[in-house]
């Protein structure tokens, strides 16, 4: 081999070991790049989905906590008179308060934890039992009436403005498909109550509760005409975040009542509204009342109060 050949011959392997060197170093960095790449993008992937379960996570806790806590949620609405004491006729469906979705809500800025009991269907024979530990215990309450023209339920309405609670509407007759049939029958059956109250106590309500809530699917006509409605005469409606469960149609233990009611108060709000039903069918509500304003007062921070228009309210998202 001549010396030409010999050079030509060692160029060529210098080349070659180049060109190897410099896919083995190339080999390297991608080895390193790629996974640290992969690294920070699911990481940064594994945060934001963190924070959507947390918020998810958040969202069903209220709307669990909404829901009729013994899991006989139902969308079947009784319009039979259920109310032995419902001397006018009207009758009270204990099944209603359905599709319970408590999500819009506005919360309190300041450091204390508010919780409004709030009853619904009344007044009934048992009125004086709940006002009678109301007071025992001085405690401030709203009461969701519907109209009864009964001497029992006229002294009723009018030792609840007395005593110092919320006298709030829940419809005149409570029949669901009266009030719900058209946007004039809701008005006539709204104005209806507010003035038979104002008549009865010379208190014009300003409070609404919807017979199934505002999240109901019952209405034939959109629950935001019915809102609007509201609105335009200063009636501020309110749902609630927390079910006793008493809506149920078995009868629920006290127990299990003080049970609902106490883990509905979970801490995830500043701002409580607790369904209860005042109705003669309804006694163990009335025997676990004492049980949770006790464990609610000895609660930090926590004050039972009765719906002013201070309250921020809690609504259902509607259908
Ligand atoms: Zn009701």
């Known amino acids: 081999m001549s010396s030409d050949q010999e050079k030509k011959e060692k160029d060529r392997?210098?080349?070659r070991v180049n060109r190897l060197k410099k896919l083995i170093l190339g080999s390297i960095l991608c080895m390193i790049v790629i996974p640290v790449f992969c690294a920070v993008f699911l990481g940064v992937r594994v945060v934001s989905?963190?924070?959507?379960?947390?918020?998810l996570t958040d969202r069903l806790r209220v709307y669990e906590t909404g829901q009729v806590q013994d899991g006989t949620e139902t969308n079947i609405i009784t319009e039979t008179a259920e109310n032995p004491d419902s001397a006018d006729g009207a009758a009270t469906a204990d099944s209603?308060?359905?599709?319970?979705?408590?999500l819009r809500e506005n919360e309190e800025t300041d450091d204390m934890i508010s919780v409004y009991l709030t009853f619904d269907d009344g007044p009934s024979a048992e009125t004086d039992r709940i006002l009678d530990i109301l007071k025992e215990y001085d405690v401030k309450a709203t009461f969701f009436v519907i109209g009864k023209t009964d001497e029992n339920s006229v002294k009723a309405y009018q030792r609840i403005v007395e005593e110092g609670h919320t006298l709030g509407m829940h419809s005149y007759s409570h029949q669901y498909a009266q009030v719900y049939a058209?946007?004039?029958a809701f008005e006539d059956d709204l104005t209806s109550l507010q003035d038979y109250l104002f008549s009865i106590t010379g208190m014009e309500s300003t409070f609404y509760r919807f017979p199934g809530g505002s999240s109901n699917k019952v209405s034939k006509i959109p629950m935001s005409d019915l809102i609007q409605c509201?609105?335009?005469?200063?009636?501020?409606?309110f749902d609630w975040n927390v079910s006793s469960g008493d809506a149920s149609g078995t009868q629920l233990s006290s127990q299990t009542i003080i049970n609902n009611v106490m883990n509905g108060i979970n801490g995830a709000h500043k701002n409580y509204v607790v369904l209860f039903h005042d109705s003669a069918a309804k006694k163990t509500t009335?025997?676990?009342?004492?049980?949770?304003?006790?464990?609610?007062?000895?609660?930090?921070?926590?004050?039972?109060l009765p719906i002013t228009g201070d309250t921020e309210p809690v609504q259902h998202r509607i259908n």
């Open 13 to 15: 392997r210098r080349r």
């Open 49 to 55: 989905l963190k924070h959507q379960v947390e918020e």
């Open 96 to 102: 209603d308060h359905i599709a319970q979705q408590p």
């Open 182 to 184: 058209s946007q004039e």
């Open 230 to 237: 509201l609105k335009e005469r200063n009636i501020t409606y």
């Open 286 to 304: 009335v025997d676990a009342l004492p049980e949770i304003i006790e464990q609610i007062l000895a609660m930090e921070h926590t004050q039972i």
